[in-house]
């Protein structure tokens, strides 16, 4: 079946826009993560979801980030008053469950702030 | 709170020889679970190789293989017989066995030579 897609694969906004992200999983996977990758570095913990609702959020590095998944497939990240230092690339990955299953990647959302 | 650290900022090899990637973690936890992915310039993440710590045997698929030192904290990286499509970018993750935060290494590049 289908990997993880994710869209757009790249977004320019100005600063203090408001943006989108939208990550589509494997089917049938119930597991949902958000990740943020900045320029040379590994990819960074944002947030998590099994099914509708998110376990842990604790990587979501202030209020301006919100993701929500109202139907326990697709999710969309949130980012409210984007500033330059929200610029990087932003990794969607599922898994068939939470606990010990392996992380599917999607290809990234390429985020640049002007 | 868990750190993986990657010491090899590049590495470079001849195509049909081999290459190994180092990785060392840092945790007080017993029960987790260790990933090698691969992420070429498309910037999908694609997983190489899984470990789980409390498995004795080094996990190996096909060319690649790993080195988990649980004692020592290691988990390195051989690629054998190395291919021109090996070269990306690789990191290596960490992942609790109690939640799913993925911690990721700064990344390792590697080229190959034909």
């Known amino acids: 079946g289908a990997g993880v897609s994710q869209t757009p694969s790249n977004k320019v906004t100005e600063k203090g826009k408001y943006v989108e992200l939208r990550c589509d999983p494997i089917?049938?996977?119930?597991?949902l993560y958000w990740y943020r990758q900045s320029l040379g570095q590994g990819p960074e913990f944002l947030i998590y979801?099994?099914?509708?609702?998110?376990?842990?959020d604790s990587g979501l590095p202030n209020d301006r980030f919100f993701a929500v998944r109202p139907e326990g497939s697709v999710s969309t990240l949130k980012i409210q008053r984007t500033e330059r230092g929200d610029s990087a690339v932003y990794l969607c990955?599922?898994?068939?469950?939470?606990?010990?299953?392996?992380?599917?990647f999607g290809p990234g959302t390429r985020l640049t702030v002007l | 709170a868990q750190t993986v650290t990657q010491s090899q900022p590049e590495m470079s090899v001849q195509e049909a020889e081999t290459v190994t990637l180092s990785c060392t973690y840092d945790?007080?936890?017993?029960?987790?679970?260790l990933f090698w992915y691969k992420q070429p310039p498309s910037r999908q993440m694609i997983l190489v190789i899984r470990?789980?710590?409390?498995?004795?045997q080094n996990a190996t698929e096909n060319r690649f293989s790993v080195n988990f030192q649980k004692a020592a904290k290691s988990f390195s990286l051989k690629i054998s017989d190395s291919q021109l499509g090996d070269a990306a970018m690789y990191f290596c993750?960490?992942?609790?066995?109690?939640?799913?935060?993925?911690?990721f290494g700064a990344g390792t590049r590697l080229t190959v030579k034909p």
């Open positions: 990955a599922s898994s068939l469950d939470g606990r010990t299953d392996t992380q599917y």
């Open positions: 089917s049938g996977h119930t597991a």
């Open positions: 979801f099994q099914g509708t609702g998110a376990a842990d």
């Open positions: 945790t007080s936890e017993s029960d987790y679970y």
């Open positions: 470990q789980e710590a409390y498995k004795q």
């Open positions: 993750a960490y992942r609790s066995a109690s939640n799913n935060d993925m911690r």
